[in-house]
T-cell receptor, first 111, second 109 residues
Framework: DTAVSQTPKYLVTQMGNDKSIKCEQN?????MYWYKQDSKKFLKIMFS???????INETVPNRFSPKSPDKAHLNLHINSLELGDSAVYFC??????????FGEGSWLTVV | AQRVTQPEKLLSVFKGAPVELKCNYS??????LFWYVQYSRQRLQLLLRHISRESIKGFTADLNKGETSFHLKKPFAQEEDSAMYYC???????????FGTGTRLQVFP
C-alpha cells in the first residue's frame, strides 16, 4: 500500500551506462516530480509533470529524460552516466499546489 | 527570487535540551512553508506545514512574516529526533517546492 514507490532502491553502475529509475504513485495525484539530493544533502527539483505533461524542467543535462506514460507513473532515464550523477533521486507526487509526498529514494552510485 | 536559507548545517544537543532549527525565506508573494524530515536512509516525510498550525512529535513552527522566518522548535529534544530537517517553500497553486540546504540534528543521550 506504498503511496509513492520507486525502483530500484539501490543502483551501482559504471560510467557511460544508461539506466532508468521507475516511479509509481497510487494516490491519484495529478502532479509528479523528480528531485535530486546530492552528497551535500542539497535537494533540488529536476522535473515536474502534471497529467503527463512536462511543466517544470530545471537546468538539467539533456542526458536526463523523464517519461510519463500516464499520470500515475514518472520514470527517469539517464544516458551516458557520469560520476557526478551519483546521488539520491526522489520521486514525489502531489495534488496540484498541495503537500508533496516523497518516495523512499533511489541511491545511484556511478563508478 | 525565491530562496530558503537554513544557516546551520549541523545542530547538536543533548537529550532534553530545547531545539530551534532556523529557516529564513525570501519570497515576494504569499508563501506556504513546510518542514520535512528525513530519518537515516528513509524517505522524506512532511513534518508540518504552517497553514495547519499543528504540533507534530512535539515540534512547532510559527511563520513570522516580518522576519521572513519559519523556525522549527521543540522544547525537549529526544534521541529519535536525530535526522535531517529541510525547510521548504511553495507558493499557492504552484508545482514546485524550494528546499533549504537542510540541517542535521544530532541528539546525544
Amino acid at each position: 500500500d506504498t503511496a509513492v514507490s520507486q525502483t530500484p532502491k539501490y543502483l551501482v553502475t559504471q560510467m557511460g551506462n544508461d539506466k532508468s529509475i521507475k516511479c509509481e504513485q497510487n494516490l491519484g495525484h495529478d502532479t509528479m516530480y523528480w528531485y535530486k539530493q546530492d552528497s551535500k544533502k542539497f535537494l533540488k527539483i529536476m522535473f515536474s509533470y502534471n497529467n503527463k505533461e512536462l511543466i517544470i524542467n530545471e537546468t538539467v543535462p539533456n542526458r536526463f529524460s523523464p517519461k510519463s506514460p500516464d499520470k500515475a507513473h514518472l520514470n527517469l532515464h539517464i544516458n551516458s552516466l557520469e560520476l557526478g550523477d551519483s546521488a539520491v533521486y526522489f520521486c514525489a507526487s502531489s495534488p496540484r499546489g498541495d503537500t508533496i509526498y516523497f518516495g523512499e529514494g533511489s541511491w545511484l552510485t556511478v563508478v | 527570487a525565491q530562496r530558503v536559507t537554513q544557516p546551520e548545517k549541523l545542530l547538536s544537543v543533548f537529550k532534553g535540551a530545547p531545539v530551534e532549527l532556523k529557516c529564513n525565506y525570501s519570497y515576494s508573494g504569499s508563501p506556504e512553508l513546510f518542514w520535512y524530515v528525513q530519518y537515516s536512509r528513509q524517505r522524506l516525510q512532511l513534518l508540518l506545514r504552517h497553514i495547519s498550525r499543528e504540533s507534530i512529535k512535539g515540534f512547532t513552527a510559527d511563520l513570522n512574516k516580518g522576519e521572513t522566518s519559519f523556525h522549527l522548535k521543540k522544547p525537549f529534544a529526544q534521541e529519535e529526533d536525530s535526522a535531517m530537517y529541510y525547510c521548504a517553500l511553495s507558493s499557492y497553486n504552484t508545482d514546485k517546492l524550494i528546499f533549504g540546504t537542510g540541517t542535521r540534528l544530532q541528539v546525544f543521550p
